[in-house]
């Protein structure tokens, strides 16, 4: 009995998730862009909906949470600088504060860089960090609102958490983004095997995301595989970090 984490296929290559207690049936949707995809899992699993948890307010992650709240009757939390940009805002959260699942407690990492206000939510006892466009496997998001500094302090932070966590991201972005990986570091195996193994996962993907079925879905990877296979948590600093980020932005491989 824990924390049960269902992954959804939604918009062109997001992840939204439904966190459910399993002891107590409670549950939360995390970044939602639409509705009808979430609403099916929910009515599937039975769960109760009691709060919308975003990571950070791009409409990609953020667009479905007044609807969601409607019809759930239930808060939309984010952090407290985005009270003015994320949809539906009810509750700000600042780093240290928890939120509660049922029985399952998570507390705030803010980890600005692709957002100001982009936070990730850490469920210590179940090993699950929901680290939205900051922290993908094997990459991190552009560096929208940020700098190198914010990113680097960021996967600092991440980075601390125990190799078992697992890292349940926002995109379906593995396989191109340990083709970059490949090409920062050729001499790297836990690379070159983990893109093999994402490639066969990869290779008969639905054509609709909405179709996605749980073999093909290549997240979560884990904190030990990121200290691994990610680049940019790899990184030795900031100079570092920034080149490869520069250079990700302009990658064709």
């Known amino acids: 009995m824990g924390l049960r984490v269902e992954r959804i296929p939604t918009w062109k290559d997001n992840y939204t998730y439904l966190l459910v ?10 970044d939602a862009p639409e509705v009808e995809p979430v609403a099916r899992r929910v009515e599937k699993t039975g769960a109760r909906v009691s709060q919308i948890l975003s990571t950070h307010h791009h409409p990609d992650h953020s667009m479905a949470n007044p609807e969601l709240a409607k019809r759930y009757s239930a808060p939309v939390l984010g952090h407290a600088s985005d009270r003015e940009r994320l949809p539906g805002f009810t509750r700000g959260l600042e780093e240290g504060d928890t939120v509660a699942v049922g029985n399952q407690v998570a507390h705030v990492l803010h980890i600005p860089a692709h957002t100001r206000g982009h936070i990730a939510y850490v469920f210590d006892d179940a090993l699950a960090v ?3 466009d900051t922290m993908f496997a094997a990459g991190c998001g552009r560096l929208f609102e940020g700098t190198p500094a914010m990113m680097f302090a960021a996967f600092a932070k991440l980075g601390a958490l125990p190799d078992a966590t697992r890292v349940f991201c926002g995109h379906e972005y593995t396989e191109s983004n340990l083709v970059f990986a490949a ?3 050729p001499e790297n195996l836990a690379v070159r095997r983990k893109l093999d193994r994402v490639r066969k996962m990869r290779e008969h993907a639905a054509a609709d995301w909405h179709d996605a079925t749980e073999t093909e879905m290549t997240v979560p990877s884990t904190l030990a595989e990121e200290r ?18 520069a250079r990700k932005d302009d990658f064709r491989g």
């Open 130 to 132: 929901f680290s939205g």
């Open 183 to 185: 090409h920062v570091e």
């Open 228 to 245: 691994a296979t990610n680049p940019f948590l790899r990184a030795p600093d900031v100079a570092e970090l920034g080149r490869r980020r």
């Open 21 to 30: 207690c399993d002891e107590t049936g409670d549950a939360a949707v995390v």
